[in-house]
């Protein structure tokens, strides 16, 4: 079973659709018990850091989701939580990665936020597996995790390269949307699903 994090943060129903698209079961729960049982955890989120980690600490969620030992992925605003710090109301984050979320500079030479398409760089990572780099994806997004160790996959906006996709251990992040990026975002949730789960 998959379970979806319920916390009251946006996007849910797209990804819960495109998961019923590739016949998966999944399952909307904020229950600890579901969460650390389930084969699978993805963590969605479209909203703001601040509210969402006061959301997450009020549902008891915080501890729950650093103890997660199955893979693990967050998508967009759920993979900036993952990080430590976000600029975004100045908010102490999960501290499973050790980045820091900013905003875009204000001198950025295209709109903020980012919205739309845009191409994905990567070398080699099993949630990519099939997809060739060069491949595009669809962002929407004011603050983003500079590139780092655990960068997979970085995307370029105008003269600023930042992370798109990052991974340690059993822990992932996109930060564009997958359910939202066609062909190239159901084969990059389709090797999510595919991963080998500890037992």
Known sequence: MIA????????????LCALERLGAKAELTCERDKILSADRVIFPGVGQAESAMAELEKRGLVETLRQVKRPFLGICLGMQL???????????????FDNRVSLFPSD?????????????????????????????????????????????ASTDY?????????AKD???GCQFHPEK????GERILKNFLSLEVEK
């Open 181 to 184: 990026s066609g062909e190239v």
């Open 170 to 172: 059993n822990f992932f």
């Open 82 to 96: 993952m990080n430590a710090f976000s600029e975004e109301g100045d908010v102490n984050l999960l501290s499973l």
């Open 4 to 15: 979806v994090v319920d916390y009251n943060a946006g996007n849910i129903r797209s990804v």
């Open 158 to 166: 105008d003269n600023l390269t930042f992370t798109a996709s990052m």
């Open 108 to 152: 950025l030479g295209f709109k903020i936020p980012h919205v739309g398409w845009n191409s994905i760089s990567f070398n080699t990572s099993p949630l990519f597996e099939g997809i060739e780099s060069g491949s595009y994806v669809y962002y929407v997004h004011s603050y983003y995790v500079p590139l780092s160790s655990s960068t997979i």
